[in-house]
Each structure stands twice: as C-alpha cells, then as structure tokens.
C-alpha cells in the first residue's frame, strides 16, 4: 500500500535551505503497508504457464491517519529464484 502527497520534513543539501531541511517536502510513494507477507506469496505450487490468468482479492484495513484518495496498491510479480520482475501494475484503493 502506498500514499502520495504527505507534506513532512526532508533533509537536503539544497543550499537554498539554510538549515538543510525542506519543512513542506511533499512525499509520494510512500509505503505504508504489506498487503500480504514480506516478499509476498507463490502464485501457485506448480509454477505457472505463459499467458496464465490469476485472480486474487485482499482487505486491508486503513489507517485512520491515511488518506485512502492519495493511496495505491502497487502489485509485483517476479520469479523467486531469478528476482526478475516479470509484471508490476499500480492500482488506485477503492471503498
């Protein structure tokens, strides 16, 4: 799960910043939580074939302090024994 447009403080080497920190900075991307386990989960057991179809559904309840607008889940799918991504799609959270 990731969130966009969290205003927070960022260090920089800007010398703009007398004080090497960006007080406004605007992050995106952030990680805010692992839908399933660390490196995720196997697709299947068997292995999986070209052009094979998979779904899968998840709930993940979200933190008050998020804005679920500015939130996307960010989907991987790569080969455990190459750590070759093969697929990512990102996908805006829906209620």
């Not at 920089?12 to 605007?26: A, C, L, M, Q």
């Not at 995106?28 to 292995?47: F, H, K, M, Q, Y």
């Not at 899968?56 to 804005?67: G, H, P, V």
Request: glycine share 4%.
């Amino acid at each position: 799960m990731l969130e966009d447009g969290i205003i927070s403080p960022q260090k920089t080497n800007d010398d703009n910043y007398e004080d090497g920190i960006i007080y406004d900075y605007e992050h995106n991307n952030v990680l805010r939580a692992a839908i399933n386990d660390t490196w995720g989960e196997p697709l299947s057991e068997e292995g999986v074939l070209p052009n094979e179809s998979f779904f899968k559904s998840y709930f993940k309840a979200l933190d008050e302090n998020w804005n679920y607008q500015n939130c996307k889940v960010l989907a991987i799918v790569y080969n455990a024994e190459t750590n070759e991504v093969l697929q990512a799609e990102v996908k805006p959270v829906s209620r």
